[in-house]
Nanobody, 125 residues
Framework: QVQLVESGGGWVQAGGSLRVSCAAS????????MGWFRQAPGKEREFVAA????????YYSDSVKGRFTISRDNAKNTVYLQMNSLKPEDTAIYYC??????????????????WGQGTQVTVSS
């Protein structure tokens, strides 16, 4: 089992920055690709970013590329999402997720097996 707990969400003005964190428990954390997804009211959960187990590869949605950075510290069992140049459309609940084993599927909700409770990020104009 993998347990995930997000933190660091909050309120920020457009153009500001925020870093959300995901603390993981379970011995399989260091072997898992980790992802960040978000869900706004009335919308489907969507992919934001992912990072492979060693941190060697990262993936981003087009909407956040160049503004957000995903990273991980396996020694601390923690994954981070640094969010810069925030826009009102970034407002959502942000979820941390651990991917199933296997190649590909980085962008799909269906390929992630474990989820945190989410942390709210609100960006005002």
């Amino acid at each position: 089992q993998v347990q995930l707990v997000e933190s660091g969400g909050g309120w920020v003005q457009a153009g500001g920055s925020l870093r959300v964190s995901c603390a993981a428990s379970g011995r399989t954390f260091t072997s898992r690709t980790m992802g960040w997804f978000r869900q706004a009211p009335g919308k489907e959960r969507e992919f934001v970013a992912a990072i492979t187990s060693s941190g060697g590869s990262t993936y981003y949605s087009d909407s956040v590329k160049g503004r957000f950075t995903i990273s991980r510290d396996n020694a601390k069992n923690t994954v981070y999402l640094q969010m810069n140049s925030l826009k009102p459309e970034d407002t959502a609940i942000y979820y941390c997720a651990a991917k199933t084993y296997g190649s590909g599927g980085y962008y799909s909700v269906a390929t992630y097996a474990y989820w945190g409770q989410g942390t709210q990020v609100t960006v005002s104009s």
